[in-house]
């Protein structure tokens, strides 16, 4: 059976104008959720964003200043440094006391000793300095300042010569003084002990001829201190100890 509809028709077209609003309404208000869903979405991405910027920013500026920091205490490292290879340098000789404690240490009664002399023999040999070589017809100062320049002029006066002990006395017995030469060649204070000269005399300084004896002289080379070449490589306080332990006082 067909319906009838006995509603007028601009009753139907309002209807239709109205459910047409409607949609439109409920479209626009579904966008506008979207729309604002992502907004608030992506502002708290920038947030986030922003607060790790904020953060490494400080980080830098953090690692910037301790950079300069670093950089400040490296100068003042190598400066302080310098001036400790001059200290250092000025203070590598060993005590002619300690020397003189080695020499004796080990001296026979048949021994006197008349006469210590120190000295500085030429060696053709130019010094190392530093990491290069000196040459003395071409020095490499210029290309040094400060302390570490006056480095290399006492290296340039000082390395190369060789710091010698002169021993001279008499002895009744040339048997314990080859023995006395062979102790003094193994100390690690000397690099090397000869006899020089070895002279017979008949009798002693009364003109009794009860013993024979003998006058000789004694050349013994001094090992390099600290900072020289051939000098002792490790740190002072461990030299020491290693001295200590062999009975150098």
């Known amino acids: 059976m067909e319906k009838i509809d006995f509603?007028?028709?601009?009753?139907?077209?309002?209807?239709?104008?109205?459910?047409?609003?409607?949609?439109?309404?409920?479209?626009?208000?579904?966008?506008?959720?979207?729309?604002?869903?992502?907004?608030?979405?992506?502002?708290?991405?920038?947030?986030?964003?922003?607060?790790?910027?904020?953060?490494?920013?400080?980080?830098?500026?953090?690692?910037?200043?301790?950079?300069?920091?670093?950089?400040?205490?490296?100068?003042?490292?190598?400066?302080?440094?310098?001036?400790?290879?001059?200290?250092?340098?000025?203070?590598?000789?060993?005590?002619?006391?300690?020397?003189?404690?080695?020499?004796?240490?080990?001296?026979?009664?048949?021994?006197?000793?008349?006469?210590?002399?120190?000295s500085y023999g030429e060696t053709a040999r130019a010094p190392d300095i530093l990491g290069f070589r000196i040459n003395p017809e071409a020095s490499q100062e210029e290309n040094l300042s400060g302390p570490l320049a006056d480095v290399a002029s006492l290296r340039k006066l000082r390395d190369g010569k060789k710091h010698v002990l002169h021993v001279h006395g008499i002895t009744t017995n040339t048997s314990e003084l080859h023995k006395f030469v062979s102790r003094l060649h193994a100390s690690p204070l000397f690099t090397k002990a000869l006899v020089g000269s070895v002279e017979s005399i008949e009798g002693d300084e009364d003109g009794n001829l009860s013993s024979k004896i003998s006058r000789f002289e004694l050349r013994v080379e001094i090992k390099p201190g600290y900072g020289q070449p051939g000098g002792p490589q490790g740190a002072p306080a461990t030299e020491a100890v290693e001295l200590a332990s062999r009975g150098v006082q």
């Not at 604002?36 to 607060?51: E, H, I, N």
């Not at 302080?80 to 004796?104: G, R």
């Open 7 to 118: 509603l007028p028709k601009s009753y139907r077209e309002k209807q239709t104008r109205r459910q047409s609003r409607l949609a439109v309404i409920v479209l626009t208000s579904m966008f506008g959720v979207t729309i604002a869903g992502a907004a608030t979405g992506q502002f708290a991405v920038w947030q986030s964003v922003k607060s790790e910027v904020n953060e490494i920013e400080i980080k830098y500026v953090d690692a910037v200043a301790k950079n300069n920091h670093h950089q400040k205490l490296t100068e003042l490292l190598n400066a302080q440094q310098e001036v400790a290879t001059l200290y250092s340098y000025l203070d590598h000789t060993w005590p002619h006391t300690q020397l003189l404690s080695e020499l004796l240490k080990p001296l026979p009664e048949s021994i006197i000793l008349s006469e210590l002399r120190f």
